[in-house]
């Protein structure tokens, strides 16, 4: 079965929360330095951007696609460093941020 | 799996056609996600003045998970340059190509890179043990184990 979309009214939008005061207003969007995909794109691997692909957050404060970094990380290569700083990688705990949403 | 490569060399393509290449470098080829050939050359004051070279880059399927193989092409109109780190048959000791890879590179960045290895050269000359090291060189240079000179040549 072929559907075509003849229109669409967008009503909701989401973001990862990755702690940049910025994000709000960025125009551009944040990408993953190792697919560079977008943060709320989803890795390679995956089909569906959401909870199934989520981002994992470094105490160095770098964020990728989970399944982007464990790929890196899993390699003899990686030396379980960031790929951005070299620094050992520290997955850091999931910052909640304070709800302030109505 | 083709799909990690080929997307990610797909985007670092687009951003090449849309935003170009840094000063000295530009894509000679990069016709398919396997083989990309760029010309590189120093700009400004440097030993390598008037001289352009070519960088042939090869990727794996896991790329940028593993490292691209890198080296300087070597034709009838590309020379390898004289650099203590370059060897005459192209392979190129540089850590950043070996054990010092990180995924988020790109292949602009390591052309930048090998762009300021060239520019800070003082001296042109071949690595000491190049005479050995090209008798016996696998074709691609990521099968050898190089063991970095020091970097501030």
């Not at chain 2, 071949?126 to 090291?133: A, F, L, M, T, V």
């Amino acid at each position: 079965m072929k559907v075509t979309i003849k229109s669409w009214n967008a009503i909701a939008q989401w973001r990862w929360d990755t702690g940049k005061a910025d994000q709000d207003d960025a125009d551009e969007e944040d990408v993953c330095g190792i697919c560079r995909v977008a943060y709320e794109g989803c890795c390679p691997a995956c089909k569906m951007p959401g909870d199934d692909c989520p981002l994992i957050w470094g105490e160095c404060s770098h964020v990728f696609h989970m399944h982007c970094l464990l790929k890196w990380i899993g390699t003899g290569q990686s030396k379980q460093q960031c790929p951005m700083d070299r620094r050992p990688w520290v997955t850091a705990e999931r910052k909640v941020a304070p709800s302030n949403s109505s | 799996m083709a799909g990690i490569a080929s997307r990610r060399l797909a985007k670092e393509l687009k951003e090449i056609h849309t935003q170009g290449c840094p000063v000295g470098i530009q894509l000679l080829s990069a016709d398919n996600f396997e083989e990309w050939h760029l010309s590189l050359e120093v700009m400004g004051d440097s030993q390598y003045q008037g001289e352009v070279f070519a960088l042939k880059f090869r990727f794996e399927p896991q790329y940028p998970i593993s490292a691209p193989a890198v080296q300087f092409m070597v034709t009838d109109k590309y020379k390898s340059p004289v650099h203590p780190h370059v060897y005459s048959n192209g392979h190129i000791c540089a850590s950043i190509l070996g054990t010092e890879w990180s995924p988020v590179l790109s292949v602009i960045g390591v052309c930048v890179t090998l762009q300021s290895m060239l520019a800070s050269c003082k001296k042109k000359e071949r690595p000491p043990d190049n005479d050995r090291y090209v008798r016996h060189a696998p074709d691609n240079p990521k099968q050898t184990r190089f063991h970095y000179h020091d970097d501030t040549v």
